[in-house]
């Protein structure tokens, strides 16, 4: 029993970081364990946004918040962020996020485009895919990486360069206590079925 279990967790823990794959689909990741809706921080509109959103994990280059007044299409609804404003466009640009995840994603709305998205940990590149972006679901909607561990998703908007983001979705990697707390858990079981075999004798 504890062996069946030990194995069939492991193969989870395992399965969970083995299939690397882009995130292009019109719902995102699975089971997001964070979702910023941008109306977590509520800030003057078109005003830059780069470490306001810190305390949820995530930073940007730098963006601004509801870059185009009141807009809505698939994937964006209510407060957004968009890198083109009464200021310079920002075009590429990045969301950090403050621990490694191991999954993100979130809803994209621009003018046709051919627009690529790469992973980035510790500066280092991890992966990339491009795609085609649109605003009125014609396209998918939804992009990010899942089963690869990253800090960073940098974007380059092909097109007029504009994008607005809504609906960051986020997974972080498990903290090392975690996997500790599993393992501890596991020997409990182990430990317990020992006992109930030896008094059963
Ligand atoms: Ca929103
Ligand atoms: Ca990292």
């Keep these: 029993m504890k062996m069946k279990l030990a194995s069939c967790l492991i193969a989870a823990l395992a399965f969970s970081n083995a299939h690397a794959a882009s995130v292009q689909n019109t719902t995102g990741i699975v089971s997001p364990?964070?979702?910023i809706t941008f109306d977590e921080v509520?800030?003057?509109?078109?005003?830059?946004?780069?470490?306001?959103?810190?305390g949820l994990g995530v930073t940007f280059s730098s963006l601004y918040y509801n870059s185009q007044g009141?807009?809505?299409?698939?994937?964006?609804?209510g407060n957004y962020v968009g890198n083109n404003a009464?200021?310079?466009l920002l075009n590429p640009f990045s969301i950090f996020f403050s621990s490694d995840v191991t999954s993100a994603a979130f809803g994209v709305a621009t003018n046709p485009a051919l627009s690529?998205?790469?992973?980035?940990n510790g500066g280092l590149f991890v992966e990339s895919f491009s795609a085609s972006t649109s605003f009125d679901g014609s396209t998918d909607y939804y992009f990010g990486f899942t089963g690869i561990t990253f800090d960073e998703i940098r974007v380059s908007v092909g097109g007029d360069g504009q994008m607005l983001i809504d609906n960051l979705q986020?997974?972080?990697?498990?903290?090392?206590?975690?996997?500790?707390m599993l393992l501890a858990g596991l020997g409990l079981l182990g430990f317990m079925a020992r006992r109930r075999k030896e008094s059963a004798v």
């Design 33 to 35: 364990a964070t979702t």
């Design 42 to 54: 509520v800030l003057a509109d078109s005003s830059l946004v780069t470490t306001e959103y810190s």
């Design 116 to 120: 690529t998205f790469e992973a980035w």
């Design 86 to 88: 009464s200021g310079p």
């Design 70 to 77: 009141p807009a809505t299409f698939p994937g964006i609804s």
């Design 170 to 180: 986020v997974t972080a990697v498990p903290e090392p206590e975690t996997y500790a």
